[in-house]
């Protein structure tokens, strides 16, 4: 079967250990210690796993960093045909809309923002130009649902979906990290997308399941959020979920090529 991991990190070399550290310890230690964000570790992990195409989300967390984040994207794409590289965009940069000219123009496949560890809400009204510029054009993913903050709750998504009805979203982690069933009532009836991502560890099968069924498997994206998390181990969770052999295929890499249009 092909698979598409639609969510992965990496990082330059000298700082992939660091940064796979600083990202654990935001999540208060939470993932697989001992895997960093180097390319060459992701595609090991990939190559064991069977994984044969990564899309790439990088995060932003200082303004000023943004274009130097979205440059080494370009370059890791330019030199791994199995990446879909994403940029990424800072509601406080200078420049906002040019370097969402700078994504487009580079042949990115969409953008990737983090609210929470960015620290601006998904309806922050900053964003509200690019939004307009994006929709129909490129897909944007949301981590959502952090209980520690505000900025991604699901009800904020709800509200930027209601304003730009063609934008094309994917909610991450089931829609909601910390708040599923939150994020179910606000999100079901919308059109957005979710990923697998940083979820199947902390739900029982059945409850897995239970939301992919509910939402329907087209809706769904599989994604192992690497570095955090091997992604040889969370295929093998989703593989153990008993879902038919067509809703497999369709959230391993049939929503993901349709979204990414490969």
């Known amino acids: 079967m092909r698979i598409i ?72 794409v330019a030199d791994q045909p199995r990446f879909y590289g994403f940029g990424t965009l800072h509601a406080a940069m200078d420049g906002l809309m040019d370097e969402v000219s700078f994504i487009m123009d580079n042949g990115l496949h969409g953008i990737k923002i983090h609210p929470d560890y960015q620290v601006f809400a998904i309806d922050d009204i900053r964003m509200y130009p690019v939004y307009e510029e994006i929709q129909g054009k490129l897909p944007i993913v949301f981590h959502m649902g952090d209980l520690r903050y505000d900025y991604s709750h699901p009800s904020r998504l709800k509200k930027v979906l209601k304003d730009f009805p063609k ?17 179910c009532g606000e999100l079901e009836k919308t059109n957005c997308l979710f990923d697998t991502s940083s979820s199947l560890m902390f739900m029982e099968p059945g409850l897995a399941e239970s939301y992919i069924r509910r939402y329907g498997p087209e809706r769904f994206l599989f994604g192992s959020d690497f570095p955090m998390w091997n992604p040889q181990i969370e295929l093998e969770r989703f593989m153990q979920l008993s879902l038919t052999d067509e809703e497999k295929e369709q959230i391993a890499w049939k929503t993901a090529a349709e979204l990414l249009r490969v």
């Open 5 to 76: 991991d639609f969510h992965t990190h990496i990082y330059p070399d000298a700082i992939a250990v660091k940064a796979a550290d600083n990202v654990r310890g935001f999540y208060d230690g939470l993932g697989d210690s001992g895997v960093d964000g180097r390319v060459q570790t992701l595609l090991k992990y990939g190559d064991l796993a069977g994984i044969s195409e990564f899309a790439v989300l990088p995060v932003a967390i200082k303004p000023d960093r943004t274009r130097h984040i979205n440059e080494f994207i370009c370059r890791e």
């Open 167 to 183: 934008l094309q979203t994917v909610a991450a982690h089931f829609g909601g990290y910390q708040m599923r069933e939150i994020a």
